[in-house]
């Protein structure tokens, strides 16, 4: 059985939690709950792009905000 999460050929999702924090997702998995998509089904490239993009603080937002 393959990874899920490694699967070039597949479709994902990027997913954003409370704290701002970015986490690629396979499209044929439930999106976990305290979790909501930004970018939905598409190429795992894209979404890997995406996550680049706009995740460049990789600290939560609370400690983001505390400091």
């Given at each position: 059985m393959s990874n899920p999460f490694e699967q070039s050929d597949s479709s994902y999702h990027v997913l954003?939690?409370?704290?701002?924090q970015h986490s690629l997702w396979p499209a044929a998995l439930?999106?976990?709950a305290g979790w909501r998509t930004v970018l939905a089904d598409r190429p795992r490239e894209e979404c890997l792009g995406y996550v680049e993009a706009?995740?460049?603080d990789?600290?939560?937002?609370?400690?983001r905000a505390a400091g």
């Open positions: 954003v939690n409370e704290e701002d439930a999106v976990p706009h995740w460049s990789l600290r939560p937002r609370s400690l």
